[in-house]
C-alpha cells in the first residue's frame, strides 16, 4: 500500500459529511489500543479464606502468636 493510497473508499452512494464523519470517528475508534483490563472481583467465599493481618513473623514466640486471633 502507497502513501497516497487512502485507507478506504466509498464504492457505491454518495455519503455526506456527516457520514463520512461517523466512519473515520468508528475507525479511529476501533484501532485505538486497548486500555488495561479491569479488575478481576473476588467472591466473598474466596475473600473469607486470605487473612486480614499480617502474618506472624518468625521468632521467638511465632508458634503461639499464629494460634492468636487476629
Do not use: K, Q
Amino acid at each position: 500500500m502507497s502513501a497516497e493510497e487512502p485507507l478506504f473508499r466509498v464504492v457505491r452512494g454518495i455519503p455526506t459529511a456527516e457520514e463520512l464523519a461517523a466512519l473515520v470517528g468508528a475507525i479511529a475508534l476501533r484501532s485505538r489500543p486497548a486500555g488495561p483490563p479491569p479488575p478481576v472481583a473476588r467472591s466473598a467465599w474466596a475473600r473469607s479464606a486470605r487473612p486480614t493481618g499480617a502474618a506472624p513473623a518468625p521468632g521467638h514466640g511465632a508458634w503461639r502468636a499464629s494460634g492468636l486471633p487476629r
